[in-house]
């Protein structure tokens, strides 16, 4: 291996170097370098008594403008770098770290006429940005405006009910002003209904989108992948990058992104920052999908889990609780410990070859080879920010700018999360005879008109070969166990809500389903002690012999208790046998997670 192939793979190699002014200037300057991962920062005039550099992270980074000053006599060329670093907490709320905002604004000011200056603006502005969004770049690459992709458009997607129904003002106050830092152009569309998202994705013509971001729950991310597999050019449209910013109750598969970034476990706006910081850096993961079929034949693909007992009961029946947030769950678990039920049932499953388990089926089980807003409700919304995603950004004045510290917002930065203003966006109301016929300026295909949706919806997709029809016996390839369960458990992320870790084992396309389920006889002591275990992942270390883990490529499940509650995602589907199987790397998910690319020089 050569040394410049060390060196890159460390991401310790300068790219850039160069020495800049501040702004708010005092006659401070600084030498910057940056590298893969990093950007260095230390401080020439006045002169620190120590060696002391900061470092900014570029996995903090969301995106870097370059600006000019009103003054036309000033011929400095600025560029600005947008930030959301780990800090301490100022108050005593809990430990650990959260995100705060800071723009950091430099002035190239070596050369004698603007022109020259803002070329070295741009390049440093062009390098950052490449190096956020995983652009392959090195110390010997020409660095231009040339190397970055057009800005990103994303239709996003939000259901202002969700949660505790805050999902429009936290949209307001934290999404918008950093995918508007990142040069992300989008349109946002209210959700006014169940389904309503399935509806709008089968009718859009997706060229004109990079994305379909759900603003809420992961209830609205389900919608959207159901909507694309009912559209005719489904193995196109599913293809299409989606992407989910957590504002609902469970947030499942944020917490999953989040886990699999490398973050810490955080709930409610901190995941939210987290979500939307990645969202920035664009990277696309594969992402497995599970067909799942239900014993009147209806079909759906699942991005997160199945669950039957304790789980899908919790889920179900503490609705009534949303306005709590997250702490309906914690409400409904003590409510249904309290009169915790077990249910008869018969689970197949044909078990993943090469897949490890992490809990041995026990000898006990016997087997056979086959056997808050307050929100008004509004008509729809079309939304286009106004903010300026052109090359040319507006001028700012010098003059009456008090000197702020590094956070301070830059000379043309957008405005920091807390003053960001709905109004800095147009709200346009579309006709409800445009909007059921999905004719809505940019939202429609103008050949395709959208179909009316029965309740009896068309699902395509890719035929289910590990699986036989639901009145037919399973193969006689899989396993089949009868006996009383507390819940069933089928996951395919590594959590089934923000703070709970339930498969740490899992990822995003591992090819597997992981069955997960607990027998009936668990004391309620013990499945307590589960639960909270599974807040840091760590309930299969406890041994407990009443939890088991299968990693399968697909399974059925015949209730044979004759109440009981099952849900796909988090939604409620009807009563009966079930089976579903894994599709790998069917869709792909925006998790902002990129792949370091090694270049040999």
Not at 143 to 154: A, C, D, M, V, Y
Not at 175 to 184: C, G, N, S, W
Not at 296 to 320: C, M, N, P, T, Y
Request: glycine letters at 8%; hydrophobic letters at 40%; charged letters at 20%.
């Amino acid at each position: 291996m050569s040394l410049a192939l060390e060196v890159c793979q460390e991401g310790s190699e300068t790219l850039l170097h160069g020495e800049f002014g501040a702004y708010p200037s005092k006659g401070t300057r600084y030498a910057l370098s940056l590298t893969w991962t990093e950007l260095h920062i230390q401080r020439l005039v006045p002169k620190p008594d120590s060696d002391h550099r900061m470092v900014v992270r570029l996995v903090d980074v969301v995106g870097c403008h370059t600006l000019r000053s009103h003054t036309l006599a000033d011929q400095s060329a600025y560029f600005c770098i947008y930030t959301y670093p780990l800090k301490k907490r100022k108050v005593a709320v809990g430990s650990g770290r959260v995100r705060q905002r800071a723009a950091r604004t430099f002035q190239v000011d070596d050369m004698e006429c603007y022109a020259d200056n803002q070329e070295i603006a741009e390049k440093w502005a062009a390098a950052i940005k490449c190096l956020v969004l995983g652009i392959p770049i090195s110390s010997k690459t020409e660095i231009t405006r040339s190397l970055l992709p057009r800005p990103r458009r994303l239709l996003l997607l939000l259901n202002p009910f969700g949660g505790k129904g805050n999902a429009l003002q936290w949209c307001q106050t934290h999404i918008l002003p950093m995918i508007t830092e990142a040069d992300v152009s989008f349109n946002l569309i209210q959700t006014e209904r169940q389904n309503h998202a399935r509806e709008l994705v089968q009718s859009i013509n997706l060229a004109e989108w990079d994305g379909i971001v759900a603003i809420s729950g992961d209830g609205l991310l389900y919608e959207v992948i159901n909507g694309l597999m009912e559209r005719p050019d489904w193995e196109e449209a599913i293809k299409m990058p989606i992407g989910i910013l957590p504002c609902g109750s469970g947030n499942a598969l944020a917490g999953s992104i989040n886990c699999c970034a490398g973050f810490e476990q955080v709930m409610g706006q901190e995941l939210l920052t987290n979500c939307t910081l990645l969202l920035c850096h664009g990277a696309v993961t594969p992402l497995d999908l599970v067909s799942v079929t239900t014993s009147s034949g209806s079909r759906s693909f699942s991005f997160l889990s199945v669950a039957w007992g304790f789980i899908s009961d919790v889920d179900i029946e503490s609705e009534k609780y949303r306005h709590m947030g997250s702490a309906r769950f914690t409400m409904g678990t003590m409510i249904r410990l309290a009169s915790l039920s077990t249910y008869r049932g018969r689970l197949s499953y044909l078990p993943a070859p090469d897949a490890v388990a992490h809990r041995p089926i026990l000898r006990s089980i016997t087997m056979t080879a086959n056997g808050s807003l307050p929100f008004q409700r509004m008509p729809l919304h079309r939304t286009v920010s106004d903010m300026g995603l052109c090359e040319k950004r507006h001028a700012f004045p010098f003059q009456g700018v008090e000197p702020t510290d590094e956070s301070a917002p830059s000379p043309n930065s957008p405005p920091p999360s807390s003053g960001f203003q709905p109004s800095s966006f147009n709200f346009e109301t579309l006709p409800e005879d445009l909007v059921a016929d999905g004719q809505g300026p940019r939202l429609a295909n103008p050949t395709v008109a959208a179909p009316r949706v029965s309740s009896a919806r068309r699902v395509h997709g890719p035929p289910d070969n590990f699986l036989t029809p639901l009145d037919q016996p399973v193969p006689k390839s899989w396993v089949t166990l009868e006996d009383d369960f507390v819940l069933m458990l089928a996951i395919y992320q590594t959590h089934l809500g923000a703070d709970l870790f339930t498969a740490p084992f899992a990822c995003f396309n591992d090819g597997l389903i992981h069955l997960c389920y607990v027998k009936a006889g668990i004391s309620r002591a013990a499945l307590i002690r589960l639960f909270l275990a599974m807040e840091k992942g760590t309930h299969f270390e406890q041994e407990c012999p009443y939890l088991v883990h299968v990693p399968v490529r697909a399974f059925r499940l015949e209730p044979l208790t004759r109440k009981g509650i099952l849900t796909i995602d988090g939604e409620r589907v009807e009563y009966g046998p079930i089976q579903g199987q894994i599709h790998h790397s069917m869709a792909n998910l925006i998790t902002g997670i990129h792949q370091v690319k090694i270049t040999t020089f």
